[in-house]
């Protein structure tokens, strides 16, 4: 029992909180929802430490890259295969929708309206969002990729500098290993906020919710595991020859996290900690393209924008066009780059790509009720999507190989 409190087992104690919290919400309801103060202030420290984890993590990453060179090459290798993760999991995703048809034969009495405020996105607004005028606000705001912009130019300018910036390169190494002791300070408390969380998950929605629109939930969860298959693990093996066993003993771990808190940034720390310690991906890499994809890169975005865009329009019966259909991949890789790390944040979008593609959003309102359910799901891809393409990137830079793995 003593070793199971060591920290190399902290994901043991994480995965325990978590069976333990599925039991508590089928066994003690009231109390599950009670107690759920203790979940929200366990995401409270993780979403305390996700600026300055972002800020320590993409800064270590750049200016540990010593060829400017290699900055560019890497950068443009993170955001293009990004982008083609995404097209692919969007045609994976829309294939299993239009297979399943999960609006059709689904009726509800009384739908309720989609009530909450949101505006609609354009090209122009985003491009002018993720450039910050004030990036000490943009810190306090929590505004991620704005954060990364001012971060990497920072970093960037460390880089061109030289020895003259030395005093800056030291302190920003110095406060990364801070942060990181911080972290664990934090990361410490999660059995029992992981615990917490779904038991309150549990208790409010019960396993009854799946009979509502279950052949919708059914349709997204399929589309997740086929995208996981064909974007992400193919590829991965087709460059690395890397087993699915392996892949999924260090994947478990960060599994459980977006399991539970349903969101990208607060499964950050664990990621970047798992690629470099199970899978050992350089840091370097690493420190750059993790929090990168915590942002743009939203694989189980691509999967909830597909089959909401089918199940919508099947519901309504208004047969999506082909020039709807290509416009849906582009509208949901510019919304789901301006996608914030957060739980629920893609109810909000979802009704903007609604309204994007002149579909009736009124299905928001019972959507809501449950997203939780698909928002674990989705964001377990997202952070799947961001390891797989980190390990690609480093085995194409000759940086890392199956064989790094340290054996346990």
């Known amino acids: 029992m003593q070793r199971i409190f060591e920290k190399k087992y902290l994901f043991i104690r994480i995965a325990i909180g978590f069976v333990l919290g599925i039991f508590l919400g089928f066994l003690l309801p009231e109390f599950s ?50 982008v083609l993760m995404f097209i692919v999991s969007a045609v994976v995703s829309l ?26 996105p354009t090209v122009e607004g985003f491009l002018l969002n993720i450039f910050p005028d004030n990036p ?45 002791k911080i972290l664990d300070y934090v990361m410490e408390v999660s059995p029992i906020g992981v615990m917490s969380l ?47 066993s392996t892949l999924l003993k260090g994947l478990y771990k960060i599994w459980l996290v977006t399991l539970s808190t349903t969101s990208s940034a607060a499964a950050l720390p664990t990621s970047i900690r798992v690629s470099t310690e199970d899978f050992g991906a350089p840091e370097g890499i690493t420190n750059f393209t993790l929090p990168l994809g915590c942002t743009i890169n939203m694989c189980g975005g691509a999967c909830s924008f597909a089959c909401l865009a089918v199940f919508v329009s099947d519901f309504y019966n208004l047969p ?62 997202n952070v799947t999507g961001d390891i797989v393409a980190n390990l690609m990137i480093a085995k194409s830079e000759k940086e890392w190989s199956i064989e790094m793995i340290p054996q346990r």
Not at 51 to 70: L, M, Q, R, S, Y
Not at 358 to 377: E, H, Q, S, W
């Open 33 to 82: 929802i009670r107690t759920k103060v203790i979940g929200d202030i366990y995401l409270r420290l993780i979403k305390m430490m996700i600026v300055p984890i972002i800020f320590c993590a993409v800064a270590g990453g750049i200016i540990n890259i010593e060829n400017p060179k290699d900055l560019r090459r890497i950068g443009a290798k993170t955001v293009t295969l990004y």
């Open 95 to 120: 294939g299993v929708a239009y297979t399943m048809r999960p609006g059709l034969g689904v009726v509800l009495d009384h739908p309720p309206a989609f009530e909450q405020e949101f505006t609609t």
């Open 136 to 180: 000490i606000a943009a810190m306090a705001s929590g505004d991620i990729l704005p954060v990364i912009i001012f971060t990497a130019l920072f970093s960037v300018a460390i880089i061109a500098v030289g020895r003259e910036a030395k005093p800056v390169r030291d302190f920003v190494n110095s406060l990364s290993t801070v942060s990181f």
């Open 198 to 244: 779904m038991a309150f998950s549990v208790a409010q929605y019960g396993a009854g919710i799946f009979t509502a629109l279950g052949k919708y939930i059914l349709t997204c969860y399929i589309a997740c595991v086929m995208t996981f298959f064909i974007a992400m693990y193919l590829p991965l093996y087709l460059q690395t020859r890397m087993k699915l």
């Open 320 to 381: 999506l066009t082909v020039f709807q259909i290509v416009m849906l991949v582009f509208v949901a890789t510019v919304l789901n780059m301006a996608a914030p790390g957060i739980p629920g944040g893609g109810i909000i979008l979802g009704a903007s790509f609604l309204s994007i593609l002149g579909l009736p959003f009124d299905l928001m309102g019972p959507i809501a009720a449950f997203y939780r359910l698909l928002d674990m799901a989705f964001t377990t891809m």
